[in-house]
């Protein structure tokens, strides 16, 4: 009976830390969201609320940090207990960088928004949010699964990304050639497209997290990169 | 007896832990160094070498995660004791994060080690790397002697490193307007940049790290950012 009641409480616990990493994704994707339309739309007031935005965030992840802590000392949990353990540690980690990362376009977007010229790269930059939103999304479901095979999926599909991010990269640097004027508004949206390559690097580092949480192997060798990758990520 | 062993050995333990975060501290500060001479140098020989060394600091800070782990289900540690291993596994987080950012900086030296062009913006470059070496290296000894005040006067430098990096990329801004034959070059130059400046947000990351360790307190309010600082790290 006190055995079970204790098997009973690892479960409630790990549920515990599995519903506050969902809610981390939440935010994060929300944010991306918001920070995207703040870039397109010009919008300095929405980029502020993704700002604020993040503090939620980072409470989140300092929270996991406890919880995963208190629950090793009382647990000493081994093998996929501890895997599960170090991989809500690992995923929110990165789920943090991401809401880092989206408040930094914010930022460039509050400091662009009466700039008045949108390029036709931002067609690029909102293909490659749209991909990273959906890759995140993706292996959110693969960890709320625990499925290896999924998150396998999301890891390889990561090299569009960067041949996404390498052709935004050529366009803004033929439009800031053309003419000088471009540049420091272009400058911002390059490093805004460098942001969400980021995004797919910390959701190909939790892809690799579910994986290793299932199977406690790691997925094999280097990560892929898409063939015209500048892979200076 | 019993117990003072047990006590002598968790020091054997912290100090293991210890040993493991001044390696990857040496690791990550020469590669740091070899990336801008191997920038600054056109070299793209050493940039390889930089690339290849990235593998011990990941493996350094998977040891890390794995000591910490091992010692928190067997000690059960709290307050200071606590906090000296969750101080060991984000520092370690945080130095690996520099070797990345360490090696973003090589590829790019390999990249653009055939063009011939150094503007006279790689003069900034060059001060931004001396100050965040500096202050990495201020921030490890701080953490080696566990002195808090030394930690808050590394955290309240690294504005200066914001405000260079602000001069750097009005610099190389006017440069790519001049000739727009600079662009391209100079677009990696402002990566590189950007990179040093997140080097000094993982330094102040460590700072506030260790002033935590030391007091169990986090660092006043937000940190400081230079004055002239774009605020867009």
Known sequence: MV????????DAEL????????????????MLADAMDALAGMNAELARQVISADARL???????????????ARRQPVAVDLREIIGALRISGDLERVGDLAKNIAKRAAKIAGEG????????????????????????????QRDAERAKAVWLRDAELDSLED???????????????NITFCTHLLFCSKNLERVGDHTTNIAETVFYIRTGRPLPNERPRGAASTDLA
Chains 1, 2 share one sequence.
Do not use: C, W
């Open 3 to 10: 055995e079970q009641h204790t098997v009973r409480s690892f």
């Open 15 to 30: 549920e515990l830390l599995g519903r506050h990493i969902s809610e981390m994704g939440g935010i994060a994707e929300k």
């Open 58 to 72: 980072d409470a989140l992840q300092r929270t996991v940090e406890e919880e995963t802590v208190a629950v090793i």
């Open 117 to 144: 010229r949108m390029p036709r790269a931002m067609v690029g930059l909102k293909s490659m949010h749209d991909l990273a939103v959906m890759q995140l999304n993706d292996v959110l479901d693969a960890y709320a």
């Open 167 to 181: 052709s935004v990269f050529r366009d803004l640097l033929t439009h800031m050639m053309e003419d000088p004027r």
